[in-house]
């Protein structure tokens, strides 16, 4: 069995194109994870609100729920400040927010656990495990910029 190959395989041009092909699919997967953790803060603010509707009305419940729906709010619309940031530091400025307002949230949701449904209390402990995973990925994301930045330093 023989095989062929294309007169431009190995060539330049062939390999700038490669190369321009995986940049071009880099920012599009880019572009799709900005999306889907966009469309996920807001998510989490839509679903504490609805949890809030359900929550009984207490002195101390009622601030703590004002609270809440301020720093869930707040997550999404840091990190849409930070994806527009003009600079390094204020993307990690806005990020860090982001990690901030998660931990807030989960802070909150942590002490509005009295007198809950059984379903009140699932959404509850769903919520909280969705801040405390947005707080890590927010982590995340500050580590690597931080990481890339350095690396970018060694080389230059």
């Known amino acids: 069995m023989s095989t062929t190959k294309s007169s431009t395989t190995g060539s330049p041009a062939a390999s700038a194109a490669e190369e321009k092909t995986a940049s071009g699919e880099a920012k599009a997967d880019t572009a799709a994870r900005k999306a889907e953790l966009r469309d996920r803060t807001a998510h989490f603010a839509r679903d504490t609100r609805a949890f809030i509707r359900k929550t009984p009305r207490t002195i101390a419940s009622l601030s703590d ?16 400040d930070a994806d527009e940031a003009g600079s390094r530091e204020e993307f990690l400025r806005g990020i860090g927010s982001c990690r901030r307002e998660a931990r807030r949230s989960a802070h909150w949701l942590s002490l509005l656990d009295g007198d809950l449904d059984e379903r009140s209390e699932k959404l509850r402990s769903a919520l909280l495990s969705e801040a405390v995973e947005l ?5 995340a994301i500050i580590g690597k910029t931080i990481a890339n930045a350095r690396a970018k330093q060694k080389t230059a």
């Not at 729920?65 to 849409?80: E, F, Q, T």
């Not at 707080?135 to 982590?139: D, H, K, V």
């Open 65 to 80: 729920s004002r609270n809440l729906v301020r720093a869930s709010g707040a997550i999404g619309a840091w990190y849409i």
């Open 135 to 139: 707080e890590r990925i927010f982590g």
